[in-house]
C-alpha cells in the first residue's frame, strides 16, 4: 500500500476506535510523525489529508520545516534541550515532552521574545523507565502548579506518555488508564485558564493507537504504520 492509502487506513481505524468507545471520531487527531523520513513521503501524507506532523528531533524539524507541499502544523514529540528551544519556538505549535521547570521557563522566555504563548504538554514518564525521559506520576501536579505560577509565557494543555514497549496493544492499557486518571485529576486543579487550558491527552502509537483511543487519547501519534520501517542512522 502507499504512504496516503496507509495514511487513510490510520485514519479510519482512529476512527472506528472512537466510535466504539462513545466517543466523536473529531475529537481525536492524528499526528503523523516522520522522523527518519523524507519531505517528499511526508508530501504523499499531506495528500492523503494529514495537518499535523510530528517530529521527536530539532535538528529534523528544521530540515523538514518550510519544505512541504502545503503548509502543516508542527509538532515537537521528543525530548527537548533547553538551548534548541530557540529555534523552534516560532516553529511548533505544541511541545508534547516538557518534563522539568526549568525546560519550562526557557519555553515561557522564547515565548514571550517571539510575542506568543507556547502550548504544552507535560510528559510523564509513566511506567517509571530509567531509559525515557519524563516526571514521575506522582510529581506531574506540582510541576504543572509550577509552571503555571512562574511561566507567563506557556500554557499548559494536558499531558503525554510513551508507555513501555509491550508484546501486544493490549499491555499498554494500564498505563494509557493511569495516565488518564492523571489527565483527569489535573482537571480539577483550579489554576488561571490563561495558564492551563487542559484539553490534551497525547498517547498511543503505531502498536497501540487504538487503544489509546478507547482510553480518552486525543492526539495519536503515529509514524511507521503511515510510513513504513525506519532506517536508524
Ligand atoms: C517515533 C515516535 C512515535 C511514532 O512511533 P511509531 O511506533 O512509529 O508509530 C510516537 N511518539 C514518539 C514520541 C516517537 O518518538
Same mark, same amino acid.
Given at each position: 500500500m502507499s504512504i496516503g492509502e496507509n495514511y487513510l487506513e490510520i485514519v479510519e481505524r482512529k476512527n472506528r476506535a472512537a466510535v466504539r468507545s462513545g466517543r466523536n471520531p473529531?475529537?481525536?487527531?492524528?499526528?503523523?510523525?516522520?522522523?527518519?523520513? &523524507?519531505?517528499?513521503?511526508? $508530501? #504523499?501524507?499531506? =495528500?492523503?489529508g494529514a495537518t499535523d506532523v510530528g517530529e521527536n528531533r530539532v535538528q529534523e524539524l528544521l530540515e523538514k520545516y518550510? %519544505? &512541504? !507541499?502545503?503548509? /502543516? %502544523?508542527?509538532? @515537537?514529540?521528543?525530548?527537548? #534541550?533547553?538551548?534548541?528551544?530557540?529555534? +523552534?519556538?516560532d516553529k511548533v505549535v505544541l511541545i508534547h515532552s516538557v518534563d522539568s521547570l526549568k525546560l519550562a521557563k526557557e519555553i515561557s522566555k522564547r515565548a514571550i521574545a !517571539?510575542?506568543?504563548?507556547?502550548?504544552? @504538554?507535560?510528559e510523564i514518564n509513566i511506567g517509571m523507565e530509567e531509559s525515557k525521559s519524563g516526571v514521575p506520576a506522582e510529581d506531574v501536579e506540582s510541576l504543572v502548579k509550577e509552571i503555571a505560577a512562574?511561566? *507567563?509565557?506557556? %500554557?499548559? %494543555?494536558?499531558?503525554?506518555c510513551v508507555p513501555p514497549i509491550g508484546e501486544t496493544s493490549e499491555d499498554s492499557r494500564p498505563y494509557f488508564k493511569k495516565t488518564k486518571a +492523571?489527565? $483527569?485529576?489535573?482537571? &480539577?486543579?483550579? @489554576?488561571?485558564q490563561e495558564r492551563f487550558?487542559?484539553? &490534551?491527552? =497525547?498517547?498511543?502509537? =503505531?502498536? $497501540?493507537?487504538?487503544?489509546? /483511543? *478507547?482510553?480518552?487519547a486525543t492526539i495519536v501519534r503515529v509514524g511507521s504504520s503511515i510510513f513504513g520501517k525506519r532506517n536508524y542512522r
Amino acid at each position: 500500500m502507499s504512504i496516503g492509502e496507509n495514511y487513510l487506513e490510520i485514519v479510519e481505524r482512529k476512527n472506528r476506535a472512537a466510535v466504539r468507545s462513545g466517543r466523536n471520531p473529531e475529537d481525536v487527531l492524528l499526528l503523523a510523525v516522520t522522523k527518519l523520513h &523524507t519531505v517528499e513521503e511526508l $508530501d #504523499q501524507a499531506i =495528500s492523503a489529508g494529514a495537518t499535523d506532523v510530528g517530529e521527536n528531533r530539532v535538528q529534523e524539524l528544521l530540515e523538514k520545516y518550510d %519544505r &512541504t !507541499a502545503e503548509p /502543516v %502544523r508542527w509538532h @515537537l514529540i521528543g525530548h527537548l #534541550q533547553t538551548n534548541k528551544v530557540k529555534n +523552534i519556538i516560532d516553529k511548533v505549535v505544541l511541545i508534547h515532552s516538557v518534563d522539568s521547570l526549568k525546560l519550562a521557563k526557557e519555553i515561557s522566555k522564547r515565548a514571550i521574545a !517571539a510575542d506568543k504563548v507556547m502550548d504544552i @504538554l507535560i510528559e510523564i514518564n509513566i511506567g517509571m523507565e530509567e531509559s525515557k525521559s519524563g516526571v514521575p506520576a506522582e510529581d506531574v501536579e506540582s510541576l504543572v502548579k509550577e509552571i503555571a505560577a512562574e511561566c *507567563e509565557g506557556v %500554557r499548559i %494543555r494536558g499531558v503525554m506518555c510513551v508507555p513501555p514497549i509491550g508484546e501486544t496493544s493490549e499491555d499498554s492499557r494500564p498505563y494509557f488508564k493511569k495516565t488518564k486518571a +492523571i489527565f $483527569d485529576n489535573l482537571k &480539577t486543579l483550579d @489554576l488561571p485558564q490563561e495558564r492551563f487550558l487542559p484539553d &490534551t491527552l =497525547s498517547m498511543g502509537m =503505531s502498536g $497501540d493507537f487504538e487503544v489509546a /483511543v *478507547e482510553e480518552g487519547a486525543t492526539i495519536v501519534r503515529v509514524g511507521s504504520s503511515i510510513f513504513g520501517k525506519r532506517n536508524y542512522r
